[in-house]
């Protein structure tokens, strides 16, 4: 006999007939989220669904519910759906926004999430750690959503396992496509992360398989495996700057992966370290990336490791995979005085390659510890081919949009393997906004008589537009003025001397300028004079926001002038602590009587691999009379995560710069691409250096033709 | 004809009452202050005096009006008296505590502060700065205060010359008893400063005259001088660690000042820098200050200096000088690459010499800058005296509790000259409170299975109290425990092993131990293990607050052991930003199993020479296995105003510490006094140094019998 309970369907409104509404439901029940904005909405949802009946939580009509402001959904109990939410506008109030349990006490399980989209739903604070979706309990999904550039601290999805009840999970990470996610400049910046380093000895089980990483570019780590037996597999990584890394934990599985580089500098593939590992039939095409950023890179382990730190590889076997046009296949990778255990037991076999570098591929140790054998090359009768390489053919397997090379034994088993398309993963109902402008661009003059102007000239201008300053006279400011958005500010051609701003308020004001988030600004033929009658100091002439920020500004600056800053922490142009400048590029300037520094991106002291400008371009500029450095640019630590800084300082003088004891003219601490060239130094650095660069083994620098 | 109107006595209760009877006051109108406690006050009195009959304001009855909590006030208009006002329990609301203006249009001329006490009415963020008297206008005066130590940033006193309406002013700073002043550990710990260095080419005229200094020590500068034409003159200066300073302007006269070291190690005397300085009368006593703490230091300049920086000296006199056995009489001082201009056309004739060090005074120049004639020296009949010095006789004369040597025509005029009390100086009505313990100190002991208990009994302990560890077992915590008072941690005489402190909560804990402010702690035989099962991480073992302190802290570990910390920023000891310890000894103690740092005094990382704690002993001590530096001393920058960081290490052991590229075993950087003897690096700093300094040319450094 059995009893046949009609499912119900519940409409509810707000996060508390919400919360009562899941946890009253019957297994096969429908509970409907009320069309509209759902903001600042702490979502909790328990309840208890079976396998055949899940109770199923989503939307009354798609795209209808949108979740904004400071809100986050907590899911409890078992076999609970959660499909179709869509946050935007907004961003945690905690550390989550999707989380798979309600408290230590009820973890889900057996919970799917589906077909929901995150857009851009960051803290304001760029290093602000959260995670957008948190695993915890056992056989949780989270399938076909779309993830859109998370913009701070954190990885975007995390499982935890810290005891039992989270391992051996068996939880699914599927069909979702990670749309996008930019260079964050620091560690912290990862796309996924699966346990961490304190209970990475343990065994998680973790199913990452048909996912779309798209420009995942936040850091080294695209994936961070920190945990044992995972499977990630028949994914596709799109021109992401980083790799798939296995950084703690043994024996995980990395199958069928597609990787394409489409020649984009710094595009990685497969990371190894830890025991145990089988990496085959992946597809590795067009990385730039070298070092970490290698197609493939096994790294070397560290005596006696502590757990966080970088345990020895050993029996592991990598084969079958296809190499395609790869800058780096790199074996031994970050070998130094610490990481000196060399891989042992790794067997390297029937890996297919097609071009790629002079070398091939690379054993950094060449103790035996890597056995290379059966593995081929297309069209390369080189006769000094590394071990274990013979030349072999191929033919052509033509899957979706590419062809692949194709040979029975060696290489990806290309025939069998189907690559995951963007179209089959993500939420299928969302179409991204699309933004127009208000108005054409256009200009707005102002003479220097009428500078009090200026403030209300720039809240009416929208991006693109240009503020034209009209004559020769000081442009007399009373408060710093504030750029959110790309504007340009420049002098009107033909001026015979550079309008000056100056501050004829009594306060002190931290910059003339000061760019907010969503700012860029293009500057020139202006100058920023920092003291002024007896007038209130200006501390900068151009600064970022002390204000969180967590998007990258751009700041231009052409033929300008910053003169008499008298204070030791003033500076002509400064990148204020946790702002990231995407790009400062300073050309044909003059700085000149500053008792700071001439440009300070050297704000960011912790020692954490964190820095202020990703590409610093200064050509043709002058500093003269500055008690400080003319430029301080500071990446403190040994952390490997990110790209920059990136410098270029060309065709500079420096004249009377910094000659205290122990004082540096040109900072360039921590670099990794740094090139000084075509420069003058004149009386500088007289008790201490002329530049300064405290680089590690593998950066890039280059000093030429200076004095 | 006269009209006599007889003079008002008004009493007032509150801010606003008091406000308008001083700007309804008629000249020679008294207001007197209600008895009681004034608290949360911002007190602002604005009225018209005149010479012969200023207004006078003033408590009901002497030391019965106290102003305490957040608490100013602001004098404007002028010939107005405050009389015997007394700040205690409190600290400003602004930046300021007695200020002479009621805003830029409202300063005050005229008027007097005089017979009042300010005690410790300091921020409790140190490194909120602030000023306890602020000078505008003209013709002020301060007298017969007492300043008792100033806790937190910011000179005690300020002159400020903004414009005409504050310049050559006649301010009067005297008979004030300047009661102590703790060391800063930065720049900023200034007693009094006129002037700053934008406005420091125009003259102040202030007089700062009969006033008792003792132990100032904040800083290098006691005064600071920068504007031109001051008289400092008449004044004591008892055991000050530091010095009166020509920082900035010209044309001082410093005339008959009385410096009594009582061979303190630091003490220190008149140091010179910029043109047109008279230094005569001037008794120097057992000051054992050397290089800019020196008795007397003349500076070098630097070439095209800006405005904050070192101008030279020149056409400056030093005559008739009585210089007492001090260590250090020195010209050119602070002579380096930068600072190369020599002083020129100084005389230094007809002092005075008596004992003193081997050199008598020293010119690192030896140019002919400084003309020396004419000085004389009691019973040295040294065949190599230096230049302008000959053996000279004296007689002696007493004045007060001392007797001075005396010739007619060398050295101070001792006949003519009175030294000032301590009595007669600061508020007369004053009496320092003193305040006894409630009961005499005790011992509490707790069983390990009253770990619950810990947090209360520490609440009921008086300073000086012990909290007793009874057995070996766990001491199971859910929250950091605070110490804002002295007391002592031990385990019992006679345990097996030492009782572990873990975390039992699912929070990550900041330390188990908190320092905050007012505390002091004794720990020994107890171990702190960072990672226990699966609940929470411990970050640190002992750590200071994060909140903030105004008080140094005094931590002393013997026996102890901290493992098991599992993240790169974890360490066993650590030192919080903005806190300085007095004094951190640990010894005997084990660091084992850290990610981070051992011991951590490296949080500061301005470059502006803040460090975290003075004195460092690290003896008899084992770092084994730890990823980051065993210990990390920092203190960032050229700054020269501060004495520490002392460190000694000494029969420690470092095994498998910092292995990493670049990485630091001991980084010591800028500690001025260090010392690492008799210590064993095993397998430690492959990748980088043992040991590093980035010291300056005058600091202090000894590396002995290390391997
Ligand atoms: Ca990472
Ligand atoms: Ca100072």
């Known amino acids: ?29 429908t509970i409907l989220l009320q069309n509209k904005e759902w903001k600042d909405v702490l979502l909790k949802v328990s309840g208890k669904g079976t396998a055949q009946k899940p109770i199923l939580i989503m939307p009354e009509n798609k795209n209808e519910v949108i979740i904004t402001g400071q809100s986050a959904l907590n899911i409890g109990g078992e076999y609970l759906i959660i499909k179709g939410f869509h946050f935007k506008n907004g961003y945690s109030p905690k550390d989550d926004i999707i989380t798979f349990r309600i408290n230590n006490d009820n973890l889900a399980n057996n919970c799917r999430v589906t077909e929901c989209v995150i857009e851009e739903f960051s803290q304001p604070d760029r290093f602000h750690s959260d995670s957008w979706v948190v695993f915890w309990g056992k056989n949780n999904r989270l399938d076909h959503t779309t993830l859109v550039n998370k913009l701070n601290a954190g990885p975007t999805i995390i499982a935890e396992l810290n005891d039992e009840r989270s391992q051996e999970n068996f939880h699914s990470i599927d069909h979702n496509y990670f749309k996008g996610r930019q260079r964050f400049g620091s560690n912290g910046g990862e796309t996924i992360r699966i346990g ?20 995942c570019n936040g850091e080294v780590e695209i994936v961070s495996i920190k945990s044992g037996q995972n499977n990630v597999s028949f994914n596709t990584f799109v021109e992401c700057e980083g790799g798939l890394v296995m950084r703690h934990g043994s024996k995980n599985v990395v199958e069928g992966n597609l990787f394409l580089g489409n020649n984009k500098p710094f595009t990685g593939g497969v990371r190894l370290i830890n025991p145990g590992h089988h990496i085959f039939n992946n597809v590795f095409k067009d990385l730039q990336g070298t070092a970490f950023r290698s197609a493939l890179s096994v790294l070397n382990g560290v005596p006696n490791s502590l757990i966080n730190r970088y345990y020895q590889v050993k029996d592991a076997t990598i084969n079958n995979n296809t190499f395609i046009n790869c800058a780096s296949v790199l074996f031994g990778a970050g070998k130094d005085a610490e990481r000196t255990l060399s891989p042992q037991n790794v067997v390297f076999a029937n890996n ?17 510890g890597v056995i290379f054998k059966d593995n081929g090359i297309l069209n390369n009768k080189a006769n000094n081919l590394p071990q274990g390489l013979s030349p072999a053919k191929v033919s052509e397997i033509k899957k979706g949009e590419f062809s692949f090379p194709y040979n029975k034994s060696i290489g990806a088993d290309i025939k069998k393997l189907s690559f995951v398309t963007k179209e089959e993963t993500g939420a299928s109902w969302y179409k991204p906004q699309t933004i127009k402008p208000k108005r054409a ?43 959110d958005k790309p504007i340009n500010i420049m002098a009107k051609a033909g001026l015979k001397t550079k309008p000056i701003f ?35 100091d200006t501390k900068a002439g151009i600064a970022s ?44 300037s003059l700085f000149r009587n500053i008792s700071g520094t001439g440009v300070n991106l050297g704000e960011e002291k912790d020692d954490k691999g964190i820095y202020a400008a990703e590409y610093t371009v200064i050509e043709n500029c002058v500093f003269s009379n500055v008690l400080g450095s003319a430029i301080n640019i500071y990446r403190g630590g040994n952390d ?68």
């Open 196 to 215: 961490v380093s304190r209970y990475s000895l343990t065994t998680s089980k973790t199913q990452i398989v048909h996912n779309y990483f798209e420009r």
């Open 1 to 29: 006999m059995s009893i046949h309970i009609k499912a119900a369907t519940i409409k509810v409104s707000n996060p508390k007939e919400l919360k009562a509404a899941v946890a009253d439901a019957k297994p096969g029940d």
């Open 640 to 707: 490997e995560s990110t790209l920059g800084p990136f410098v270029t300082i060309d065709h500079c003088t420096f004249n009377e710069v910094e000659n205290r004891e122990q004082g540096t003219v040109v900072k360039l601490i921590g670099a990794q691409h740094a090139s000084l060239t075509n420069s003058i130094f004149s009386y500088c650095g007289q008790g201490g250096r002329s530049i300064e660069f405290r680089e590690y083994r593998w950066d890039e620098i280059k000093v030429d033709y200076c004095n």
């Open 352 to 368: 297919l390659f097609i071009g790629g570098s002079d070398k091939i591929y690379q054993d950094d140790n060449k103790d035996g």
């Open 502 to 536: 100056v501050n004829t308020s009594f306060k002190t004001l931290n910059a003339f300028i000061i760019i907010k988030n969503g700012g860029e600004l293009n500057l020139k033929g202006l100058a920023f004079k920092g003291a002024f009658e007896s007038f209130g």
């Open 441 to 483: 661009n256009k200009s707005f003059e102002i003479k220097s008589t009428e500078s009090e102007n200026i403030k209300a000239t720039l809240e009416k201008m929208i991006a693109g537009d240009t503020l034209l300053i009209a004559d020769e006279g000081y442009l007399r400011i009373n408060e710093s003025l504030v750029i």
């Open 545 to 588: 926001t002390e204000e969180p920020m967590n998007k990258h500004y751009k700041v231009n600056i052409d033929h300008c002038e910053f003169y008499d800053y008298n204070e030791g922490s003033y500076s002509g142009f400064k990148g204020s602590k946790s702002t990231l400048a995407d790009s400062l590029i300073i050309t044909n």
